[in-house]
C-alpha cells in the first residue's frame, strides 16, 4: 500500500529556510493524485499549507504563499517543500499526504516530522 | 477562508457509550465536502469520513457522519477503548481547504 515518509533537519534557526522531503513508496507519484503539506504546532490544529500535482502545478495556502515553494521530483517519487523566513511560530509537526483532488480530504498520512525553530 | 468551529472541546465518556461531535462552517460547504480524522497522540491523523458521510477503507461502521451546507456531525455508535482520541473536521469545497480545532474524546 501506498506509504510516505517526511525526512529533513529537525532543527532551523530563525530567518532561515526550512527543507523537508517526503518520500512516496507503492505508488508512482507520476500515477496521478496531489501531494500535499500539512502542519500542526504543538498541542494545537491542522494547517494546510500547499499541494502539487506530478506534472508540477503548485497551490498554496494564501496565509503562507508569500514564503513556500512545494516541487516534485518524479525520477526519486519525493516531493518536498521549503519555507523561508522561518519564525518561532513555525515550529510544528510537518506531515505530507496524498489527496485525489488540488482541495480534497488527505490519505494516507506520513508519520509526521517535528522541525523546531530556535537560535 | 471558511471557518470550521468543533464542539464540544472535550467530550469525556465511557467505553460503550454515543458521542456525538459537532462541526459548524462559518459559510456553505459546497457537496458536503467535509471530511473527519482521529488523531491519537504522536500519530498523523487518520481518515474517517468523507463527502460528510462515507466512510473511509477500513473504518468500521460505529463511524457515521451526517450533515450539509453549515452544520456536520460525527457519531460513534458505541465507544471503544481505542477511540479515545482527537477528532478534526476539514472542509475542501472551498479554497483554501481549513479544519477545525478538534474535540478531544476523552475516558470519563
Known amino acids: 500500500q501506498v506509504q510516505l515518509q517526511e525526512s529533513g533537519p529537525g532543527l532551523v534557526k530563525p530567518s532561515e529556510t526550512l527543507s523537508l522531503t517526503c518520500t512516496v513508496s507503492?505508488?508512482?507519484?507520476?500515477?496521478?493524485?496531489?501531494w500535499g503539506w500539512i502542519r500542526q504546532p504543538p498541542g494545537k490544529g491542522l494547517e494546510w499549507i500547499g499541494s502539487?500535482?506530478?506534472?508540477?502545478?503548485?497551490y498554496y495556502n494564501p496565509s503562507l504563499k508569500s514564503r513556500v515553494t512545494i516541487s516534485v521530483d518524479t525520477s526519486k517519487n519525493q516531493f518536498s517543500l521549503k519555507l523561508s523566513s522561518v519564525t518561532a511560530a513555525d515550529t510544528a509537526v510537518y506531515y505530507c499526504?496524498?489527496?485525489?483532488?488540488?482541495?480534497?480530504?488527505?490519505?494516507?498520512w506520513g508519520q509526521g516530522t517535528l522541525v523546531t525553530v530556535s537560535s | 477562508e471558511i471557518v470550521l468551529t468543533q464542539s464540544p472541546g472535550t467530550l469525556s465518556l465511557s467505553p460503550g457509550e454515543r458521542a456525538t461531535l459537532s462541526c459548524r462552517a462559518s459559510?456553505?460547504?459546497?457537496?458536503?465536502?467535509l471530511a473527519w480524522y482521529q488523531q491519537k497522540p504522536g500519530q498523523a491523523p487518520r481518515l474517517l469520513i468523507y463527502?460528510?458521510?462515507s466512510r473511509a477503507t477500513g473504518i468500521p461502521d460505529r463511524f457515521s457522519g451526517s450533515g450539509s451546507g453549515t452544520d456536520f456531525t460525527l457519531t460513534i455508535s458505541r465507544l471503544e477503548p481505542e477511540d479515545f482520541a482527537v477528532y478534526y473536521c476539514?472542509?475542501?469545497?472551498?479554497?483554501?481547504?481549513?479544519f477545525g480545532g478538534g474535540t478531544k474524546v476523552e475516558i470519563k
Open positions: 507503492g505508488y508512482s507519484i507520476s500515477s496521478g493524485y496531489y
Open positions: 476539514q472542509q475542501y469545497g472551498s479554497s483554501p481547504t481549513t
Open positions: 459559510q456553505s460547504v459546497s457537496s458536503s465536502y
Open positions: 502539487i500535482y506530478h506534472s508540477g502545478s503548485t
Open positions: 499526504a496524498r489527496a485525489p483532488g488540488v482541495y480534497d480530504r488527505f490519505d494516507p
Open positions: 463527502g460528510a458521510s
